[in-house]
């Protein structure tokens, strides 16, 4: 079974689109971080949230982690082709340093 | 600084053979973990180790797989006998003590004939 379930699995929108990525789970976090990899590279950190209902923006990318901390989204407004790629959520659970992942969604963004 | 640095990038075995990946953490980090990949999948968890010690190896399999981190030299992740099944990306991550940012390697891609 999946800890964390990440939807859509795929995304392929044009450019100047808006799209959310939603990153769900029954357990609580203590911390939810988001990764965006690219083909052939491992994944690069985008941002961690640690407060319930927190929000963190990043340029074009809005996060929110759930008020429970049970899930997370991204948001991002006017997708460019430099934003594909698999997006992964990854949660810590207690004070364990074991991360896990979410399915990941993977985005196209078409010029 | 160099970062998380994993090799050999891409390796080729074939059935029966051993396959060795490598994994030298950020400098400073004490923490390691192997995680495993297959094509347009998420991470699935494997191992963490800190120097000379297995923290949780709850996600590797029982059987052919093992990891090390010793106190000298890389983090080795060792899969004897390999299987097709084994094919995929393996990466590894490692953090500061304590913290809670992993800064990943580039993956090693191993392929089984």
């Known amino acids: 079974t999946q800890l964390l379930e990440q939807s859509p699995q795929f995304l392929s929108i044009q450019e100047g689109e808006n799209l959310t990525v939603y990153c769900n789970s029954s357990?609580?976090?203590?911390?939810l971080q988001w990764y965006r990899q690219e083909p052939g590279e491992g994944p690069v950190l985008l941002v961690t949230v640690v407060t319930g209902g927190e929000v963190k923006k990043l340029k074009r990318l809005t996060f929110q982690f759930g008020d429970a901390r049970k899930d997370s989204s991204l948001h991002i407004t006017a997708a460019q082709p430099g934003d594909t790629g698999l997006y992964l959520c990854?949660?810590?659970?207690?004070?364990?340093?074991?991360?896990?992942f979410g399915t990941g969604t993977s985005l196209t963004v078409i010029p | 600084n160099a970062g998380v640095m994993q090799n050999p990038r891409h390796l080729v075995r074939r059935r029966g053979q051993e396959a060795r990946l490598r994994c030298s953490p950020m400098k400073g980090h004490s923490h390691v973990y192997w995680y495993r990949q297959l094509p347009e999948e998420g991470l699935k968890f494997m191992v963490y180790?800190?120097?000379?010690?297995?923290?949780?190896e709850s996600g590797m399999p029982k059987e052919r797989f093992s990891a090390e981190f010793p106190k000298e030299g890389p983090s080795i992740l060792r899969i004897q006998q390999v299987v097709r099944g084994d094919s995929a990306a393996y990466f590894c991550a490692s953090s500061v003590s304590g913290a809670n940012v992993l800064t990943f390697g580039a993956g090693s891609r191993l392929t089984v004939l």
């Open positions: 180790l800190q120097k000379e010690n297995i923290i949780d």
């Open positions: 357990s609580v976090f203590s911390s």
């Open positions: 990854a949660g810590a659970l207690g004070t364990g340093n074991q991360f896990y």
